[in-house]
């Protein structure tokens, strides 16, 4: 398997770029529309071809790159069923396997951030979205989001793979790249060890987090599988413009 992390600093989003050596095609996890550039490049690079996007939910925090990348390479839009985001061209579901060339995606549903949100298995990888971060998760206090809800996603759902899966996130503010299922169960510290779940509802009551300042054009963008809004002002521009330096994993 041809697997390549990517990292999208104005959101601090990860990408996962995954290739099929037998077949060549290849399957973008949360791939960001600032970016596409990047990634195609990356793509054609490994001499890819580019067969679907995938999100793990309608992200708040920045514009996905599916529909311009279906524009640009006819790649597939591919969305969990549970986002009910009507455009994606396949809608994934708990229980049905994804498959690309010879690889086997099993998509889990992962409530609680947003109530569709799903994660993706592949062997011994889980791409865990904004439902596990590293020593982290994703908010809950916007698109349906539910403490209680992610508590069970996390210990009943992830934390039952293997303990050697390794956990890739949609995110990481710290430079972190990696973790693991038996790393996020000892030292999370919201969701691992005894945690209760009275104990991470309070957590996640006790926040404060500001309102997310990108959300109202994202969500609504992201619900069209990633369209710019028109009416952008200055000050968030950056989220739709191409990104011409970006760093690279
Ligand atoms: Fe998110």
Not at 12 to 25: D, K, N, R
Not at 74 to 80: D, E, L, M, Q
Not at 160 to 181: F, G, I, M, N
Request: glycine residues 8%; charged residues 20%; aromatic residues 8%.
């Amino acid at each position: 398997m041809i697997f390549r992390q990517l990292f999208e600093p104005l959101s601090s989003t990860y990408t996962y770029l995954i290739g099929c050596p037998e077949t060549g095609q290849a399957v973008l996890i949360d791939p960001v529309v600032v970016t596409l550039e990047r990634d195609l490049a990356e793509v054609q690079r490994l001499g890819l071809k580019l067969a679907y996007s995938v999100d793990t939910h309608v992200h708040a925090d920045h514009i996905t790159a599916a529909l311009e990348l279906k524009n640009r390479v006819g790649s597939a839009i591919a969305a969990p069923a549970a986002e009910r985001v009507a455009c994606a061209d396949v809608q994934l579901e708990e229980g049905r396997p994804f498959e690309v060339g010879t690889m086997v995606f099993q998509p889990l549903h992962t409530p609680g951030h947003t109530a569709g949100h799903f994660a993706y298995v592949l062997g011994e990888r889980v791409f865990t979205g904004d439902a596990l971060l590293i020593e982290g998760c994703g908010r809950t206090d916007f698109q349906q989001g539910d403490a209680d809800a992610l508590y069970h996603s996390v210990r009943g759902k992830l934390f039952a793979l293997p303990d050697e899966t390794l956990v890739y996130p949609a995110h990481d503010y710290q430079k972190r790249w990696v973790s693991s299922v038996i790393q996020e169960k000892q030292r999370n510290p919201r969701l691992g060890g005894e945690r209760s779940i009275e104990e991470f509802r309070e957590i996640m009551a006790g926040l404060n987090l500001p309102y997310p300042k990108f959300i109202d054009y994202a969500v609504p963008g992201n619900q069209q599988c990633g369209v710019c809004p028109a009416d952008l002002p200055e000050n968030l521009s950056n989220y739709c413009r191409q990104m011409t330096e970006s760093p690279q994993g």
